[in-house]
């Protein structure tokens, strides 16, 4: 099993730069929270926006037993918001974003992220 983690979030496309290991990911979209690119961290999600697009993350795939994560937060990506398709498959992996607040909150929230804005 192979996830993903990244402490760097990107405000610009990064053009010409290798990666050894990981990729480069734009066009995610968060629902049920906002990214504080300061902190590096969800946090609640401003009033009245339901979905924000995330900067451009490093994503570094990692082998499970090697992953050892604090105050995070494993959050599912769908492919569209609707989080499942016609065959009840929509579930792509799952992500760990780092956070301040409680996971009970963000399962509450209906934390997850989305391939596809719709």
Request: charged share 25%; aromatic share 8%; with cysteine.
């Amino acid at each position: 099993r192979v996830l993903f983690r990244s402490k760097q979030w990107y405000q610009r496309r990064v053009r010409g730069e290798k990666l050894h290991s990981g990729c480069y990911v734009e066009g995610l979209y968060l629902e049920g929270g906002s990214w504080d690119t300061e902190a590096s961290c969800l946090r609640r999600s401003k009033p009245k926006v339901l979905v924000e697009e995330l900067p451009i993350l490093k994503v570094i795939p990692i082998e499970a037993h090697r992953l050892k994560l604090q105050n995070t937060f494993r959050t599912p990506v769908y492919t569209t918001s609707e989080r499942r398709n016609a065959m009840g498959v929509g579930l792509v992996f799952e992500a760990d974003l780092s956070t301040k607040e409680h996971n009970s909150h963000w399962v509450l929230q209906g934390a997850a992220l989305m391939l596809n804005a719709d």
